[in-house]
């Protein structure tokens, strides 16, 4: 392989492989952050349907002891019935508050995380190209420094030469 060619292929992987992997590690994460505001709006829609079903299954359970209630002979609506369902209702509305905020949380901590990957997906970005730079200014260094050696070296075997020649 040339010196040439060597160089080239040098400075290549010096730039190119420090920018490639920057590349794959951003992807990677805004992938990931993706995924998160995606579960995150999975959270709240499922916090939903758990406070839809709450909701159904109390009224459920309401109708039924109004009915019992009725079954019995107790006039649905005064005393002791009345407070039973209103005592109910509230439970039930303190329940689903809960599931709503659970999951709004949730999906809150969800969205921080994604928000975190983004930013270090672009950090990668940056260190990528950062890193694809001082790789360039590397291998030039290198090549120079390669470069006087060689021109030093044929000075010292052109003088050796001369003296004994």
Same mark, same amino acid.
């Given at each position: 392989?040339?010196? /040439?060619?060597? !160089? ?5 992987? !010096? ?15 805004? *992938? ?12 709240? +829609?499922? =916090? ?14 309401? %109708?039924? %002891? ?10 649905? %609506? ?6 039973? &369902? $209103?005592?109910? *209702?509230? $439970?039930r509305e303190? $329940? ?18 994604? %928000?975190? #990957?983004?930013?270090? #997906?672009?950090?990668?970005? &940056? @260190?990528? +190209?950062?890193? =694809? ?12 420094? /390669?470069q006087m050696?060689?021109?030093?070296? @044929? ?9 004994? /020649?």
């Amino acid at each position: 392989m040339s010196a /040439g060619l060597l !160089g080239a292929v040098q400075l290549v992987g !010096g730039v190119a492989g420090p920018i490639i992997g920057g590349m794959e590690q951003s992807g990677t994460l805004r *992938a990931q952050a993706r995924m998160d505001r995606e579960n995150a709006n999975r959270t709240e +829609f499922q =916090g939903e349907l758990d406070a839809w079903q709450t909701a159904r299954d109390a009224r459920l359970a309401q %109708g039924a %002891g109004l009915a019992m209630a009725a079954a019995d002979g107790n006039p649905v %609506g005064t005393g002791t019935v009345a407070d039973l &369902v $209103e005592q109910a *209702a509230l $439970e039930r509305e303190l $329940e689903i508050a809960n599931l709503r905020s659970k999951a709004r949380g949730e999906a809150y901590n969800l969205r921080v995380r994604a %928000g975190q #990957a983004d930013r270090q #997906a672009r950090g990668a970005l &940056v @260190k990528g +190209f950062l890193g =694809g730079a001082v790789g360039y200014a590397a291998t030039k260094h290198d090549q120079r420094n /390669g470069q006087m050696l060689l021109e030093m070296n @044929k000075r010292n075997n052109a003088s050796i030469l001369n003296r004994n /020649g």
